[in-house]
């Protein structure tokens, strides 16, 4: 029972008594986002500020954008990690040792380091802690340690087993159970101090406390300061809560706060007098309060290793959110502190908080909210008027003063009050209702009374600002436009009223505020903010802010003390800062990306109290910000190259995210690396990310590709770039990054090459060069071979043509020749016709002759018959005329007769005298009358002649004598 009742105490005094009011931003990953086991060991950051977790499955990294799981070879849990100055992951698991490191491309590669130890002691069991001492490296497991130096392992055994080994201002600290708290100096573990001075605990932590003091945390014992005189446990009424929450790991926050990982209670944000100031649990955010491990990152944000999970919080942050309610549910509406205390007016009523910390963060004070119990509902403003608290609701209006509360009135609902004075106190105080305009008298005793309705109007005006200098009140309706009131002496009737519209210059009747801005009556509209021009009677844009806010739609804005003022637009809140110049103007215009809708839309409201405290209302609780923390926390942005691939192609990572320089990781890409890639490969993908985690939201990028891009691209918050199909050449892509304050980040950049195709290389353009010029020879030697084979043809044809013209010639002079034969065959024919007359002529002169020698005596016949006789015998000679015959007819016909005679020189002259005739083509029966001889008879000589020729009947005869005597 006693144990319950302690427990119960220790949360109630957790809960309420150490509760700070402001909690900062806090991130939530699940496995499912990093895809990795459960559970998480420990945790830890490198150069680049690339956060890493040794987790149930592997070692997983984080960059701000993209998580990665680079598990063991034997798929065991990775228990413990150290990174060493050159880069190296030091990791021990479950029967497993060694490290990771990148490879060329820049992918984290792991190297075992087991086969290093001695095979005697190479069963390892979980290593739980490791710890890096300039070049030595120490593996703790609960039977042994194992120190990594030169490539060489030594192994120290423990007595009974090694519960903590840790490194704390250069010095090497562990835990033996049986020999207590040791120190590694001169290679040998000296005892610091034996277990029961530490009451036998168990040590989770050692870490600096104040010059040579040490803070120790234990599993169930709670903590001890180490000095000189001893371990002594600080006395602390919060012992008994670190003994039940049980300390799993801690770290050093700043120079007077720790921060404590526990297995029960979350983490717990302790101060060097032992005593807890802040908690962040389940109630707060955290998806477990079951802490495994914890880590302050460079930026002093916290993160949490879970026993299912992984946990940011933005401990450093300006911004922080307040609860005023339990459940965390309620909207926020209004906000004002008086009296030392903290007022929200929320959708649920209104709280209030005590607070203890005077001008400085609020968000610190640990005073818990109250609800104030006679005021329910929906509270929409709250003001501060003649130092009373005046508070807005749906049920009518309150006064609260000196902490008391009173009713004014009931109903109507009330938007918001307006002192009809710019001094104070005010005696005339005006209310803005649902159904119009109430008034309010101050009394000298200081008391609101004479609650009257002002007849009139019965609108709903919800934001009032009163014109001193014109005695009016001006009024903003939802969708209708601007009023503008007069009101009579006794403040009980409107004496005059105008509604201001499009026609009166306004861009809409709808989404306009009317406020006070640097004394002016101004009205944010949906295009920028507009002024009221007396002269004219109408709206005009501002001359003042048009510069500011241009054609911008502010839905809100309120001036602060200092000069700035603070907006809202579109559910982005900003502030104008004419303290800051900024590109030669008079002012900036900070935003504050991580508040983008989170503003409550439709009843935004900014409570400025100072620089330290400034209170935006929210959908769910309130916003708080620290403007002086937030414009000074402008950490050093950086941006890292994750990953470079070839788009499309598997297993193609150019770049893995780790630049090397001479074995060790570097922060750029090395001079002499040069990445060249086929002309295949011209399409790449990047990715990029800024390690400054508690503004992720603010974070911007801009990105170049040299030899590609002309210019820097326009800023935006995407982090990956696709280049498609580059021509070959040198590029080099830059990024960088920046965040609202114009903090911005040197770029990183990534050097490479894109070899041309294989038909735009020199190689080639020479290949190409030989083959035009071998074309152009071919083509020349084609040429001059066509121009020979042209002239070879001119002259074939020249000399065909002589051939032709021979051959012409020698036609005429065969044609002239035939016709020279043709007219001497003529002749012939004319000799041989003639001679045939001739013969038929004397045959029948002696014919005629023959009677009459028959009658006659031939002596006695007179002289001249004689005469007569012997000229026929004369004529019938023919002998003399064949020799004339036969030579003029070898003349003729190519010396036939004598080719003829040499052929056969068997022949008689009456056989050649037939072949001439038969060379003639004359008949039988002509050569019959030639021949002065019978048919017959011719008939018998062409036969004899065959016989003497050897020629057979078959044979034609003509043709033979031709062929013989080649004609």
């Known amino acids: 029972m006693k144990q319950t009742i302690s427990i119960f105490f220790i949360i109630f005094f957790i809960g309420y008594a150490h509760a700070q009011i402001g909690i900062p931003e806090i991130k939530n990953f699940s496995s499912e986002d990093y895809k990795g086991g459960t559970q998480n060991w420990e945790i830890g950051q490198d150069k680049s500020q690339i956060m890493y977790f040794a987790n149930n499955e592997g070692l997983i990294t984080y960059n701000g954008k993209y998580w990665h799981n680079y598990p063991l070879p034997n798929k065991t849990v990775v228990r413990s990690f150290k990174i060493d100055e050159d880069g190296k992951i030091y990791v021990g698991g479950q029967d497993e040792i060694g490290y990771f490191f990148p490879d060329a491309n820049g992918v984290l590669k792991y190297h075992s380091l087991k086969s290093l130890i001695p095979k005697n002691e190479r069963q390892l069991e979980d290593i739980w802690d490791i710890v890096i001492l300039k070049k030595e490296i120490y593996f703790r497991t609960n039977s042994k340690i194992l120190l990594l130096k030169n490539g060489v392992f030594s192994i120290y055994k423990s007595d009974a087993s090694w519960e903590y080994l840790g490194l704390v201002n250069n010095q090497i600290y562990a835990q033996d159970i049986a020999r207590g708290l040791l120190a590694f100096k001169n290679n040998t573990w000296e005892t610091i101090a034996v277990p029961n001075n530490f009451e036998e605990a168990s040590i989770t932590s050692i870490l600096p406390f104040s010059g040579d003091s040490l803070l120790m945390t234990s599993n169930k014992n709670g903590i001890f300061i180490i000095?000189?005189?001893?371990?002594?446990?600080?006395?602390?009424?919060?012992?008994?809560?670190?003994?039940?929450?049980?300390?799993?790991?801690?770290?050093?926050?700043?120079?007077?706060?720790?921060?404590?990982?526990?297995?029960?209670?979350?983490?717990?944000?302790?101060?060097?007098?032992?005593?807890?100031?802040?908690?962040?649990?389940?109630?707060?955010?955290?998806?477990?309060?079951?802490?495994?491990?914890?880590?302050?990152?460079?930026?002093?944000?916290?993160?949490?290793?879970?026993?299912?999970g992984i946990d940011f919080v933005a401990?450093?942050?300006?911004?922080?959110?307040?609860?005023?309610?339990?459940?965390?549910?309620?909207?926020?509406?209004?906000?004002?502190?008086?009296?030392?205390?903290?007022?929200?007016?929320?959708?649920?009523?209104?709280?209030?908080a005590n607070l203890n910390i005077q001008n400085k963060d609020i968000s610190y004070s640990n005073e818990p909210f109250s609800e104030t119990a006679s005021i329910q509902g929906q509270i929409w403003n709250l003001n501060i008027l003649n130092k009373k608290l005046l508070i807005s609701s749906e049920e009518g209006a309150y006064e609260i003063s000196d902490s008391k509360i009173k009713s004014l009135y009931r109903l109507p609902g009330t938007w918001m009050f307006e002192p009809l004075s710019a001094y104070s106190p005010s005696k005339e105080i005006v209310a803005g209702t649902y159904n119009g305009l109430v008034f309010l008298n101050y009394l000298e005793n200081g008391q609101f009374s004479n609650k009257r309705e002002i007849t009139g109007i019965n609108e709903s005006l919800r934001f009032l600002v009163y014109d001193s200098s014109t005695d009016a009140i001006w009024a903003s309706h939802p969708y209708r436009g601007i009023y503008k009131f007069k009101l009579n002496g006794s403040k009980t009737d409107i004496l005059e009223k105008q509604l201001f519209t499009v026609k009166d210059g306004l861009p809409s009747s709808l989404g306009n505020y009317v406020a006070k801005i640097k004394n002016r009556i101004v009205v944010a509209t949906i295009k920028g903010i507009y002024e009221f021009e007396e002269q004219e009677k109408k709206f005009t844009p501002s001359k003042t802010f048009k510069p500011v806010f241009g054609n911008m739609n502010v839905q809100y804005f309120k001036e602060d003390q200092y000069g700035n003022i603070w907006f809202v637009s579109n559910k982005h809140v900003g502030v104008v800062d004419f303290n800051r110049k900024e590109n030669g103007k008079g002012f900036s215009i900070i935003y504050f990306p991580e508040l983008t809708s989170k503003?409550?839309?439709?009843?935004?409201?900014?409570?400025?109290?100072?620089?330290?405290?400034?209170?935006?209302?929210?959908?769910?609780?309130?916003?708080?910000?620290?403007?002086?923390?937030?414009?000074?926390?402008?950490?050093?942005?950086?941006?890292?190259?994750?990953?470079?691939?070839?788009?499309?192609?598997?297993?193609?990572?150019?770049?893995?995210?780790?630049?090397?320089?001479?074995?060790?990781?570097?922060?750029?890409?090395?001079?002499?690396?040069?990445?060249?890639?086929?002309?295949?490969?011209?399409?790449?993908?990047?990715?990029?990310?800024?390690?400054?985690?508690?503004?992720?939201?603010?974070?911007?990028?801009?990105?170049?590709?040299?030899?590609?891009?002309?210019?820097?691209?326009?800023?935006?918050?995407?982090?990956?770039?696709?280049?498609?199909?580059?021509?070959?050449?040198?590029?080099?892509?830059?990024?960088?990054?920046?965040?609202?304050?114009?903090?911005?980040?040197?770029?990183?950049?990534?050097?490479?090459?894109?070899?041309?195709?294989?038909?735009?290389?020199?190689?080639?353009?020479?290949?190409?060069?030989?083959?035009?010029?071998?074309?152009?020879?071919?083509?020349?030697?084609?040429?001059?071979?066509?121009?020979?084979?042209?002239?070879?043809?001119?002259?074939?044809?020249?000399?065909?043509?002589?051939?032709?013209?021979?051959?012409?010639?020698?036609?005429?002079?065969?044609?002239?020749?035939?016709?020279?034969?043709?007219?001497?065959?003529?002749?012939?024919?004319?000799?041989?016709?003639?001679?045939?007359?001739?013969?038929?002529?004397?045959?029948?002169?002696?014919?005629?002759?023959?009677?009459?020698?028959?009658?006659?005596?031939?002596?006695?016949?007179?002289?001249?018959?004689?005469?007569?006789?012997?000229?026929?015998?004369?004529?019938?000679?023919?002998?003399?005329?064949?020799?004339?015959?036969s030579v003029h007819f070898d003349h003729v016909h190519a010396n036939f007769l004598s080719k003829l005679k040499e052929q056969i020189p068997s022949l008689s002259a009456n056989d050649l005298k037939l072949c001439a005739y038969l060379k003639m083509n004359l008949t039988s029966k002509e050569i019959a009358q030639l021949m002065s001889v019978t048919v017959r008879a011719v008939e018998v000589s062409r036969y004899r002649l065959r016989k003497k020729l050897d020629v057979s009947t078959d044979t034609n005869l003509f043709n033979y004598l031709m062929e013989i005597t080649g004609n």
């Not at 809560?241 to 700043?254: E, G, L, P």
């Not at 802490?291 to 460079?298: E, T, V």
């Not at 911004?319 to 929320?346: E, F, H, R, W």
């Open 315 to 352: 401990f450093n942050n300006a911004i922080k959110y307040i609860y005023p309610d339990k459940t965390k549910q309620t909207s926020s509406y209004a906000t004002k502190i008086i009296d030392n205390k903290l007022y929200v007016g929320t959708s649920n009523g209104l709280f209030n």
């Open 599 to 885: 503003v409550l839309a439709g009843f935004e409201n900014i409570y400025p109290y100072n620089q330290q405290n400034v209170f935006i209302g929210a959908n769910k609780g309130l916003i708080h910000i620290n403007y002086l923390n937030y414009v000074k926390n402008i950490k050093q942005l950086n941006v890292n190259l994750t990953l470079v691939k070839i788009s499309g192609e598997k297993d193609s990572i150019l770049f893995g995210g780790y630049f090397l320089s001479k074995n060790h990781v570097s922060e750029k890409q090395d001079d002499n690396q040069n990445i060249s890639l086929k002309h295949q490969y011209n399409s790449l993908h990047f990715e990029y990310s800024s390690t400054l985690y508690e503004q992720q939201n603010n974070i911007e990028f801009s990105y170049k590709l040299s030899g590609f891009d002309n210019k820097w691209s326009e800023w935006n918050a995407k982090s990956e770039k696709d280049y498609t199909n580059l021509p070959p050449g040198g590029y080099e892509f830059c990024v960088k990054a920046r965040n609202n304050l114009g903090s911005e980040s040197a770029a990183v950049t990534y050097k490479f090459t894109i070899a041309p195709a294989w038909y735009q290389t020199w190689i080639f353009y020479l290949v190409c060069f030989l083959m035009v010029c071998l074309i152009i020879y071919l083509l020349i030697q084609r040429q001059k071979r066509k121009h020979l084979k042209e002239q070879e043809y001119l002259r074939k044809t020249h000399l065909l043509e002589i051939e032709h013209n021979e051959k012409e010639i020698v036609k005429l002079r065969n044609d002239k020749l035939e016709a020279d034969v043709n007219f001497k065959n003529k002749e012939l024919a004319t000799a041989t016709m003639h001679l045939m007359q001739r013969g038929k002529l004397i045959l029948k002169i002696k014919e005629e002759l023959l009677p009459i020698v028959k009658t006659e005596n031939i002596e006695e016949s007179p002289e001249e018959f004689k005469k007569i006789l012997s000229l026929i015998k004369d004529a019938e000679r023919a002998d003399s005329d064949w020799e004339h015959f």
């Open 227 to 308: 000095s000189r005189n001893g371990i002594s446990k600080i006395k602390s009424q919060d012992q008994y809560v670190f003994s039940n929450s049980r300390i799993y790991d801690a770290v050093k926050v700043n120079s007077n706060l720790y921060a404590f990982a526990t297995v029960s209670s979350g983490c717990l944000i302790v101060n060097k007098r032992g005593q807890i100031v802040q908690k962040f649990t389940s109630s707060e955010g955290l998806q477990k309060n079951n802490l495994r491990c914890i880590f302050q990152d460079k930026n002093q944000n916290l993160w949490l290793g879970l026993d299912d």
